[in-house]
Nanobody
Framework: QVQLVESGGGLVQAGGSLRLSCTASRSILSFNAMGWYRQPRELVAHIRAGGSTNYADSVKGRFTISRDNAKNTVYLQMNSLKPEDTGVYSC?????????WGQGTQVTVSS
Protein backbone atom coordinates (compact mmCIF):
# COMPACT_ATOMS: atom_id res chain seq x y z
CA GLN A 1 0.00 0.00 0.00
CA VAL A 2 1.43 3.34 -1.06
CA GLN A 3 1.13 6.28 1.29
CA LEU A 4 1.23 9.86 0.09
CA VAL A 5 1.59 12.60 2.68
CA GLU A 6 0.96 16.21 1.74
CA SER A 7 2.13 19.25 3.64
CA GLY A 8 2.66 22.96 3.16
CA GLY A 9 -0.88 24.25 3.04
CA GLY A 10 -2.08 27.18 5.05
CA LEU A 11 -3.61 30.63 5.04
CA VAL A 12 -2.02 33.30 2.86
CA GLN A 13 -3.02 36.69 1.53
CA ALA A 14 -3.71 37.21 -2.14
CA GLY A 15 -0.47 37.67 -4.01
CA GLY A 16 1.44 35.45 -1.62
CA SER A 17 3.14 32.11 -2.13
CA LEU A 18 3.02 28.59 -0.75
CA ARG A 19 4.95 25.43 -1.53
CA LEU A 20 3.14 22.14 -1.19
CA SER A 21 5.01 18.86 -0.73
CA CYS A 22 3.87 15.32 -1.38
CA THR A 23 6.11 12.59 -0.01
CA ALA A 24 5.60 8.99 -1.06
CA SER A 25 6.31 5.87 0.99
CA ARG A 26 8.23 4.37 -1.93
CA SER A 27 10.31 5.57 -4.83
CA ILE A 28 8.40 7.98 -7.04
CA LEU A 29 10.31 6.56 -9.99
CA SER A 30 7.89 3.63 -9.77
CA PHE A 31 4.99 5.88 -10.81
CA ASN A 32 4.02 6.77 -14.36
CA ALA A 33 2.97 10.21 -13.25
CA MET A 34 2.16 12.32 -10.25
CA GLY A 35 -0.11 15.28 -9.95
CA TRP A 36 -1.81 17.81 -7.78
CA TYR A 37 -5.57 18.13 -7.79
CA ARG A 38 -7.96 20.52 -6.14
CA GLN A 39 -10.83 18.63 -4.65
CA PRO A 40 -12.94 17.05 -5.79
CA ARG A 41 -10.88 16.10 -8.84
CA GLU A 42 -9.79 19.26 -10.66
CA LEU A 43 -6.35 18.83 -12.18
CA VAL A 44 -3.97 21.59 -11.16
CA ALA A 45 -0.59 20.28 -12.34
CA HIS A 46 0.82 16.99 -13.54
CA ILE A 47 4.33 15.62 -14.06
CA ARG A 48 5.13 12.45 -15.95
CA ALA A 49 7.96 10.02 -15.33
CA GLY A 50 9.87 11.51 -18.25
CA GLY A 51 9.62 14.96 -16.72
CA SER A 52 7.01 16.52 -18.96
CA THR A 53 4.46 18.69 -17.21
CA ASN A 54 1.07 20.18 -17.82
CA TYR A 55 -1.03 22.71 -15.95
CA ALA A 56 -4.58 23.91 -15.68
CA ASP A 57 -5.02 27.10 -17.67
CA SER A 58 -5.95 28.96 -14.49
CA VAL A 59 -2.52 28.36 -12.91
CA LYS A 60 -0.16 28.57 -15.89
CA GLY A 61 2.63 31.03 -15.22
CA ARG A 62 1.93 31.04 -11.47
CA PHE A 63 2.36 27.43 -10.31
CA THR A 64 5.29 25.07 -10.91
CA ILE A 65 5.35 21.34 -10.30
CA SER A 66 8.69 19.65 -9.68
CA ARG A 67 10.06 16.56 -8.04
CA ASP A 68 13.04 15.35 -6.03
CA ASN A 69 13.52 11.67 -6.76
CA ALA A 70 16.03 11.22 -3.95
CA LYS A 71 13.46 12.48 -1.43
CA ASN A 72 10.50 10.70 -3.05
CA THR A 73 8.78 14.06 -3.07
CA VAL A 74 6.80 16.11 -5.54
CA TYR A 75 6.37 19.84 -4.99
CA LEU A 76 3.90 22.46 -6.11
CA GLN A 77 5.25 25.99 -5.93
CA MET A 78 2.30 28.35 -5.87
CA ASN A 79 2.98 32.04 -6.55
CA SER A 80 0.71 35.04 -7.04
CA LEU A 81 -2.07 33.24 -5.23
CA LYS A 82 -5.66 34.32 -5.75
CA PRO A 83 -8.76 33.75 -3.59
CA GLU A 84 -10.09 31.40 -6.26
CA ASP A 85 -7.10 29.11 -5.64
CA THR A 86 -8.63 28.24 -2.27
CA GLY A 87 -9.34 24.56 -1.75
CA VAL A 88 -8.05 21.21 -0.57
CA TYR A 89 -5.09 20.13 -2.66
CA SER A 90 -4.45 16.42 -2.97
CA CYS A 91 -1.56 14.52 -4.47
CA UNK A 92 -2.11 11.58 -6.79
CA UNK A 93 0.36 8.95 -7.96
CA UNK A 94 -0.41 6.72 -10.92
CA UNK A 95 1.12 3.30 -11.45
CA UNK A 96 -0.45 1.70 -14.50
CA UNK A 97 -4.18 1.37 -13.81
CA UNK A 98 -3.71 2.02 -10.10
CA UNK A 99 -4.16 5.40 -8.49
CA UNK A 100 -3.02 6.41 -5.03
CA TRP A 101 -4.26 9.54 -3.27
CA GLY A 102 -3.11 11.50 -0.30
CA GLN A 103 -5.41 12.99 2.31
CA GLY A 104 -5.00 16.54 1.08
CA THR A 105 -3.85 19.84 2.49
CA GLN A 106 -5.97 22.97 2.85
CA VAL A 107 -4.97 26.13 1.01
CA THR A 108 -6.86 29.28 1.88
CA VAL A 109 -6.18 32.57 0.09
CA SER A 110 -7.70 35.67 1.63
CA SER A 111 -8.50 38.78 -0.39
Amino acid sequence: QVQLVESGGGLVQAGGSLRLSCTASRSILSFNAMGWYRQPRELVAHIRAGGSTNYADSVKGRFTISRDNAKNTVYLQMNSLKPEDTGVYSCKASAGPLEHWGQGTQVTVSS
